[in-house]
């Protein structure tokens, strides 16, 4: 399952055992000594393998503003092309340097085991390993079960090391804010850290004073780079980030945004590669997308008719890329 493996490459790596063996490589002397793990809420897997779908690529029932320049952007005549304009670090670096799980085209097939199909069951299964009967609703209540964050946050040479960073106001109950000894920044919520700078104060700003278009959750843009600015700062071994507008914008039923929010969350994995590797802090790099958590897009790729991505409404999907070893 998927979703356990995310969490067991997580401890094998910080344990100090080496990473998978790649063409050319001896295998000694490299172990990961850091964790990114990037998670985009509902995207499909769809989306990710095969490109952007024709059949959405439209005013209804794709909800698509301007088709013609979404076309430009992201339509090719193959799956292969379209994925990698969609997201082309993910297939142009991480797919060749690291692996891929999740094309069910491919019988590549994971799904979370908690039988639910919204958020909070779906990510304490991913980070804590294991469904909880317990957590049937999104209601903000602390987890009692501990993360593989805080797990590996208590142990030497990880304390004070370690921080999350997400769109949804609920993942500080999720990671258990009160006991889990690391920073959860989500939601509204300023980043209070110090020392400060004016980057992070305008941040700051910028997250109070922008329109709150979604109740729970900023722009995954200011969630990014707020991260990155914490990343400059205290350079942490341990980072979690959630973004949020694949789903957001997947819910309105504009497949546009939808797109968009893809790209832009392929070209934060990117830029945020790229600063571990200038801070010289070897990362274990992993790009993770926890499920389905929506029906309406393919809802209505299945009402317009297509067949190409086989769309199963609210049936949560999980897939996962790594990048092992790389800065």
Known sequence: MVVLRIVVCLVAVLSGLPHP?????????????????????????????EGAEASLLTKDPGGVANVESLK???WRETPEERRRALMPFLWNVVAKEGQIFGNQAKGSKAQVTNGMH??????????????DPRIDSNDKK???????FEWLHRKPGFQGKAAAFAAWDCFPFIFNYERCGFLVNA???????????????????????????????????????????YVKQRKPRLLFLSLG??????H????????????RADAFLARLEGLVADLRLPPFSAFG??????????????????????PQPMRPRDYVAILDGLG
């Open 21 to 49: 063996v790649h063409a050319g490589e001896t295998g000694e002397g490299r172990a990961s000594e850091n964790v990114v793990l990037l998670m985009t809420d509902g995207l499909r897997w769809q989306e990710v393998f």
């Open 72 to 74: 430009k952007a992201f």
């Open 118 to 131: 919204f958020s909070y069951p779906g990510y304490n299964e991913t980070l804590c390993g294991f469904a």
């Open 142 to 148: 602390l987890n009692q079960n501990v993360t593989v």
């Open 187 to 229: 939601g509204y919520d300023p980043l209070v850290v110090s020392p400060t700078n004016e980057r992070v104060e305008l941040l700051n700003r910028l997250r109070l004073e922008t329109t709150q278009y979604f109740p729970d959750e900023p722009w995954d843009s200011i969630v990014f780079h707020t991260a990155l600015e």
């Open 245 to 250: 507008e694949t789903d957001t914008w997947g």
């Open 252 to 263: 309105a039923g504009r497949y546009d945004l939808y797109l968009a929010a893809a790209h």
């Open 289 to 310: 997308i926890p499920r389905e958590s929506y029906p309406e897009i393919a809802e209505r790729s299945a009402r317009n008719g297509s067949n190409a991505s086989n």
